[in-house]
């Protein structure tokens, strides 16, 4: 027999305050939909033009692990 245990998730957003909203959402949906959140991490990463320095894009890579019943 062959179960899934355990999947993360990884999405480029575009903004903090998406990012912190994307994991919230899978925090309230974890009982519902029978996982465990088991580990969240956001990075924040950015482009900057060499000359300007300006930054020229941004993203915060947002990572959810999630669990399920073994």
Known sequence: MKK???VTYVYNIDSEK???Q???EYKGKQYDEGYTVLKT???YKTKK???TGEITDERW???V???YEA
């Open 22 to 24: 994307t994991i919230e």
């Open 4 to 6: 899934l245990t355990k």
């Open 49 to 51: 033009d060499r000359k």
């Open 41 to 43: 991490k956001v990075d």
């Open 65 to 67: 692990t999630l669990g």
């Open 61 to 63: 890579i947002t990572e």
């Open 18 to 20: 998406e990012a912190a």
